[in-house]
């Protein structure tokens, strides 16, 4: 930024921030905007991105390092519980507790968190899965293809069947309720629906995954899983891993704005998960499992 725009920047105020925000998810920052032949200096703002230590332990157990993820603050709880769900790390065991990091050593105490459990947790386990998480990616940092086969067994078939009408309502229903994605346009969100369209819950993140972990994360502590009887309803594309987190917490119709990888349709449909995308307008794409949406009126001359 030159010396003409730092002294305009200088003069101008921080932009101020939602109060019904979490802390640090969105933070406020000098721009010089460019429109064509214009130049403005004014304040704008961006999503927050941080790194998430996760870590697990039993009774009278030195915590264990799972994870270290980047991703937006807010909901840490949440994605520390949805994480260690959707990755199968509490088969048999109860979580107990959760606590951030000492704030007399850390200046931010809330970018670790450390899961209380009932029993040991085995150290081999996040050794063995290797978890190095990016917010844009949360596959790419395991050993190898087959440490992402987390054991999701294949769901209740049947119900429930969805109203073509409550799917082609959730991209608009996700995006009003996106409180950071409105005021910076840099999240992904996942937005947890009932069959008859109702919001249940709706996080927002850096990655995918993350968010989708929160959400999870947010039924596991209201003791709601396995979420049979829910929709989910994803921004951008549908990954593998997507799946295989929707899938571990029982999830069975998942929907994207944007297109799954041949991966994401493969599971799907060996789980027995409805996956939906290119979801826009009055418009979508069923990859897997459709008997999950009412689509009776449109088969009748098929």
Not at 36 to 48: F, N, P
């Amino acid at each position: 930024m030159g010396a003409s725009t730092e002294a305009a920047a200088e003069a101008g105020a921080r932009l101020p921030l939602d109060a019904g925000l979490p802390t640090r998810h969105v933070t406020s920052t000098k721009i010089v905007a460019v429109r064509g032949a214009e130049l403005e200096v004014r304040d704008d703002l961006v999503v927050g991105e941080e790194p998430l230590e996760i870590l697990a332990a039993g009774p009278r157990q030195e915590p264990v390092q799972v994870a270290v993820t980047m991703r937006t603050p807010g909901y840490e709880e949440e994605l520390a519980l949805g994480f260690l769900t959707s990755e199968g790390l509490l088969e048999g065991n109860t979580v107990t507790g959760v606590r951030y990091g000492d704030p007399g050593v850390m200046a931010e105490p809330d970018d670790s968190v450390v899961v209380r459990l009932a029993h040991r947790f085995d150290p081999a386990l996040p050794a063995k899965r290797n978890f190095v998480a990016t917010a844009s990616c949360g596959i790419c940092g395991k050993a190898s293809i087959d440490d992402v086969a987390v054991r999701a067994e294949p769901l209740p078939k049947g119900l429930p069947v969805v109203a073509r009408s409550v799917i082609t309502s959730l991209p608009d229903a996700l995006r009003g309720a996106q409180a950071a994605f409105e005021r910076t346009g840099g999240l992904h969100a996942a937005g947890l629906f009932e069959t008859d369209g109702r919001l249940v819950a709706v996080r927002e993140d850096v990655g995918r995954h993350n968010a989708l972990d929160k959400v999870i994360g947010s039924r596991v502590r209201a003791r709601e899983l396995p979420l049979w009887d829910r929709i989910l309803m994803v921004s951008g594309r549908v990954s593998f891993e997507i799946v295989q987190k929707a899938a571990v917490a029982g999830i069975p119709i998942i929907c994207a704005v944007s297109a799954p990888s041949d991966l994401a349709v493969r599971l799907a449909d060996r789980l027995g998960v409805t996956l939906i995308g290119f979801l826009r307008g009055d418009g979508f794409n069923v990859y897997t499992h459709d008997g999950r949406v009412d689509l009776r009126d449109l088969m009748a001359g098929h």
